[in-house]
């Protein structure tokens, strides 16, 4: 009974303390509402060529880092693996193990170590000798591009290269450095999820024959209510970990880039 009437007195208590501390605190930012800053934004007149050509650099330098994660993706070997991955994941019938987190971790530093030779060809030809003024950016651009579509074209199907010809109903180029960036990209990245899904394919055959020979013993026991999944699910580990299955991914991915 006492701790039923102490719980009222102790809300009101804070709520006096409450609107004590807002007559407090309200007066004194009114008073100074007039010494609060301001930020305004706006576009000036530039007085020299180089602000304008900074302010050009600062907003390409934005664009390019809001669209790194897509050019990463999209344009690097991290597609097939990622999606490789989340096959094995499926075929183990592990659900969430190994996590979201460590297959793109993984699949992000076996792309770097995959795009190394890019990456150096792309610094020693286009950024350092941008850097020390020794280019223009326009050739930067260019000897940037031109590894990148080597490597993208050495892993794009001609089909789906000539599918997007097509389709963009431009004049056939004489030669393929006469084609587009725009045309390539599209081309390389259903080129990558096909060959993805034809190695989740040959993943999950002998791990359907384990199912398919789990369900057929459950059932000839007479055990048709216990999921075939549950006691299939530690015959596909171990078998994968007997042939030693993340050497033989990881080598053969790899391998098919390089």
């Known amino acids: 009974m006492i701790q039923t009437l102490q719980k009222p007195e102790r809300r009101q208590t804070r709520t006096r303390w409450i609107l004590f501390l807002l007559l407090l605190i309200v007066p004194a930012l009114l008073s100074a509402q007039s010494t609060l800053p301001s930020l305004n934004l706006s576009v000036g007149e530039a007085t020299e060529p180089g602000e304008f050509s900074l302010s050009i650099q600062i907003l390409a330098l934005l664009t390019v880092l809001s669209l790194a994660p897509s050019i990463l993706i999209m344009m690097t070997s991290f597609t097939r693996l990622i999606v490789v991955f ?42 350092q000798p941008l850097m020390e003024e020794e280019i223009t950016q326009k050739e930067a651009l260019q000897k940037a591009r031109k590894p990148i579509a080597v490597f993208m074209l050495n892993h794009t199907r001609e089909k789906d290269l ?38 989740g394919f040959l993943l999950y055959l002998p791990m ?47 391998k098919g880039f390089v």
Do not use: C
């Not at 096959?87 to 795009?115: C, E, G, H, K, Y």
């Not at 007997?242 to 990881?250: A, K, N």
């Open 162 to 199: 000539g599918l997007f010809v097509d389709l963009s109903g431009e004049a056939k180029p004489e030669s393929v450095d006469d084609l587009p960036i725009t045309t390539i990209i599209p081309a390389f990245i259903i080129s990558e999820l096909k060959t993805s899904f034809q190695i």
């Open 86 to 127: 989340h096959f094995l994941r499926a075929a183990l019938a592990a659900q969430s193990t190994p996590s979201n987190q460590v297959l793109v971790s993984l699949a992000l530093f076996i792309t770097f170590f995959i795009m190394k030779p890019v990456f150096n060809d792309v610094y020693e030809n286009a950024w």
């Open 208 to 254: 359907l024959v384990i199912d398919m020979i789990v369900a057929s013993l459950l059932l000839s026991m007479g055990m048709m209510m216990l999921p075939p999944i549950m006691i299939s699910m530690p015959f596909k580990i171990l078998l994968f970990v007997l042939v030693d299955g993340w050497y033989l991914i990881m080598e053969s991915l790899v």
